[in-house]
C-alpha cells in the first residue's frame, strides 16, 4: 500500500519531495523490522540486511518508472551534454531519496537502542576503513567512540577506497541489467552504511546528526551520484536492448549513451574517491 500511495510523476516533477520520501521509506523500513524481528533469536541477527530489503520494497516502483521513463528520453537525444541534460532531473531526484534515507537511518540508528540494526554495516564500514583488523574494529567502535580516519590518510588509502568504489559501480552495473531496478538494493545498502558511519562519528548523540551527515556526505554525494548515474545507464540499455533489439539502428544508439553515462560515473567516482581522503579530514 505506501509503495503506491506516491505518483512517481508528480515527484519527478518535483524531485525535492523525494527527501520526504526516503525519510518516510526508511523509517518505515526500520521501524517494521525492528517490530517484527528484534525478538527473533535467528532473523534479528539479520536485521541490517532486513532494513535494506524492506527499503527497496518501498522503493522499487519509482526506481521501476523512472528508469523507463529516461530510456524513452534517452532515444531522442544525442552528445555528452545532451545525455547529461536529459537524465539530471532522475539524477537529482535519486540524490534527494538518498538523503532522505540516511537522514532517516542516521536519526533511528542513534535514538534505538538496538546495535543488531546496523549490526551488517557496522562490519561493512570496519572492512573499509580497517581491513587488517577488523575485530579490534568492532571492538573500538561498538557504539561508543567516534571514528576517526587521519593515521590512513595516504595513497594507498586512496587506491583502496577507489577500488572498492570501483567494484561497487559495477556491482550495480550488473545488477541494473540483469534487474533494472535491481540496483536500488546497492543503493540502500550504501545510504544504510552511512548511516552507521555517522552513528560512530557522532558517539551516538541525537544533537551531533546533522554534522555526522554533512561529514559523509561531502564525498558521499558524487560518490553515490556515480552508483545513480551507473544504475541509470545499466537499466537505460537494458530496457533499450529489450525494447530495440541489437539489429536495431537504435541500438548503436543507446550504446553510445550508455557508455557516455558510464565515462561521465567513473569521473564523478574518482573525484569523490580524492574528496574523501584528502578534503573530508582537511575539514573534519
Not at 544504475?231 to 537504435?250: M, P, Y
Amino acid at each position: 500500500m505506501f509503495e503506491s500511495m506516491f505518483n512517481p510523476q508528480r515527484l519527478e516533477k518535483g524531485s525535492w519531495k523525494m527527501l520526504f520520501i526516503g525519510i518516510l521509506y526508511g523509517s518505515l523500513s526500520l521501524l517494521l523490522v525492528r517490530w517484527f524481528f528484534s525478538k527473533d533469536a535467528v532473523l534479528s541477527q539479520y536485521s541490517g540486511i532486513l532494513v535494506v530489503t524492506f527499503t527497496v520494497m518501498f522503493a522499487l516502483p519509482f526506481m521501476y518508472y523512472i528508469i523507463n521513463e529516461e530510456e524513452e528520453e534517452d532515444e531522442r537525444v544525442f552528445g555528452f551534454f545532451s545525455v547529461w541534460s536529459i537524465h539530471k532531473d532522475a539524477i537529482f531526484a535519486f540524490m534527494w531519496l538518498f538523503l532522505g534515507l540516511v537522514i532517516a537511518f542516521s536519526f533511528w540508528h542513534v535514538a534505538l537502542p538496538d546495535t543488531n540494526l546496523f549490526n551488517a554495516q557496522l562490519e561493512t564500514f570496519c572492512q573499509i576503513n580497517e581491513p587488517g583488523n577488523v575485530a579490534d574494529c568492532l571492538n573500538k567502535y561498538d557504539f561508543s567512540r567516534s571514528a576517526g580516519t587521519g593515521s590512513a590518510i595516504d595513497g594507498s588509502r586512496f587506491l583502496s577506497i577507489l577500488e572498492n568504489n570501483v567494484y561497487v559501480m559495477i556491482f550495480t552495473l550488473l545488477l541494473s541489467l540483469i534487474f533494472g531496478a535491481g540496483a536500488i538494493f546497492v543503493l540502500a545498502w550504501n545510504a544504510s552504511v552511512i548511516s552507521a558511519a555517522v552513528g560512530i562519528f557522532t558517539n551516538n548523540q541525537i544533537s551531533s546528526i546533522p554534522l555526522g551527515i554533512l561529514r559523509y556526505m561531502i564525498h558521499g554525494f558524487p560518490e553515490i551520484a556515480a552508483y545513480f548515474i551507473t544504475a541509470l545507464a545499466g537499466g537505460i540499455f537494458g530496457i533499450g536492448v529489450i525494447r530495440n533489439g541489437i539489429k536495431s539502428k537504435r541500438f548503436l544508439h543507446v550504446v553510445e549513451n550508455t557508455v557516455l553515462l558510464l565515462f561521465i560515473a567513473l569521473i564523478v567516482l574518482f573525484v569523490a574517491a580524492l574528496m574523501e581522503v584528502y578534503l573530508t579530514p582537511l575539514i573534519f
